[in-house]
């Protein structure tokens, strides 16, 4: 193929005028990566705080996951689940055991994982709760993120992921994040299932209540109700645990994960279940052509392997409080609120601010890339290998942006 050099100006005017306009991206074109740093099609070397919205917490091109990947491509890469593979048992075995669960079911995107747990959870209430038919009910959060797909919009309180794409499934009621009341009187008999994100994220890292996971727990295992924890964004270390739930020592009957689950390589989620719901599905009545293909599974393995024994949760977790108290130091008095859970961090600005936008522009010209989320809030959530020093770099950047 021969070789185009494009401007920057390029790029932007083609996918101006080719793409879809559903996302608004910061002006940088970015050409290369390297643990927690990107460099742009000049050269300029920019400190990602953003992680592919937490889907590289590995570092982008971690070495091994590549070699993992390479390896896989050149001996096996999809045979669809008509027949088996070498990898898929291994990714059971591996995930199974390090996640304590006992079923798996291998998807690609996350809202995939979402949407074949709302289906399993749905079958399992007909099958084995015993909901007559067509009336299962899931209950979701305000404020929720789980995907784009037309089912989980439609349960979606955000106006602008919903608006002009209805009509939507019915079967789904909101209760407010972080109010185990108001989930305990919103369960019907016709609950299934309570869909929640242990930290939400799109809604700007919002951490609920001490104790409210764990009395979320204990309501649905007294009204039978299975708890599906949305951890694709919370999960695999990013808030210092390998899952979030286990800040408050719970399990869910479904832990969705996804994102990292590829290393930044190669889409996988999966739904993983500690008990008998995925044992509803029977051949033929849910699937995927890619799910759990060979080479997601070759990935996911090594991005899972690599999380562990490279430390990348006990750094999360020690980076994180030093992160975030050096966060908390800034003044500023358009600055809300400071929080966050391992690299998970958000700073919410008052609306005075006029938007977290230009702040975002102007920290990419320091050489930080981070992202605002809706308007008034940052989030910062590098990969989970950053170093105390490129820490200390960032915050010259923050502090040099945020408090002027
Ligand atoms: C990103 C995200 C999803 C959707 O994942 P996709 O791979 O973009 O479909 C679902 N739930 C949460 C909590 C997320 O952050």
């Not at 917490?57 to 088996?84: K, M, W, Y």
Request: one cysteine or more.
């Amino acid at each position: 193929m021969a070789v185009r050099h494009l401007s920057d100006d390029d790029y932007l005017t083609i996918e101006r005028q080719l793409g879809a306009h559903n996302y608004k991206p910061l002006d940088v074109v970015l050409a290369r990566g390297q643990g927690v740093w990107v460099w742009d099609t000049a050269g300029r070397r920019y400190l990602d705080c953003l992680s592919a919205y937490s889907a590289v917490n590995q570092g982008h091109c971690h070495p091994r996951i590549r070699d993992a990947l390479v390896e896989q491509a050149h001996r096996l890469t999809l045979t669809s689940r008509a027949f088996h593979n070498d990898q898929l048992a291994l990714f059971y075995e591996e995930v199974c055991a390090l996640t304590r669960s006992h079923k798996v079911l291998p998807m690609n995107s996350g809202a995939e994982a979402v949407e074949s747990a709302i289906k399993a959870v749905r079958k399992w209430g007909y099958e084995v709760k015993g909901v007559p038919p067509g009336q299962a009910e899931v209950i979701v959060c305000a404020n929720n993120f789980h995907g784009r797909t037309i089912a989980i919009v439609g349960f979606s309180t955000d106006p602008t992921a919903r608006r002009g794409f209805g009509p939507f499934a019915p079967g789904f009621a909101a209760v407010p994040f972080g109010d185990a009341e108001a989930l305990e009187a919103a369960i019907t008999p016709n609950t299934v299932a309570f869909l929640a994100e242990p930290i939400q994220g799109e809604a700007g890292v919002i951490i609920p209540p001490p104790g409210y996971l764990r009395r979320v727990r204990d309501i649905c295992t007294e009204r039978g109700v299975m708890l599906i924890l949305d951890e694709i964004q919370t999960g695999l270390g990013r808030t210092g645990r390998l899952l979030a739930e286990e800040h408050e020592g719970v399990e869910a009957d479904l832990t969705l994960i996804g994102k990292a689950l590829s290393g930044g390589f190669y889409p996988i989620s999966a739904v993983l279940s500690n008990s008998e719901v995925l044992g509803v599905l029977k051949p033929g009545e849910h699937g995927s052509t890619f799910g759990g293909n060979p080479l997601a599974c070759a990935v996911a393995r090594t991005a899972l392997r690599v999380l562990v024994e490279e430390g990348m949760i006990a750094n999360a977790a020690a980076m994180g409080d030093y992160f975030l108290a050096q966060l908390k130091r800034l003044s500023n008095p358009m600055i809300m609120e400071v929080r966050g859970r391992g690299l998970m961090i958000a700073v919410e600005f008052h609306e005075q601010a006029g938007g977290a936008r230009r702040y975002c522009e102007a920290l990419k010209e320091r050489g930080l890339l981070c992202k605002e989320t809706h308007e008034h809030t940052i989030r910062f959530a590098p990969p989970l290998v950053i170093t105390r020093e490129e820490i200390d770099w960032a915050m010259e950047r923050i502090e040099a942006v945020l408090t002027h």
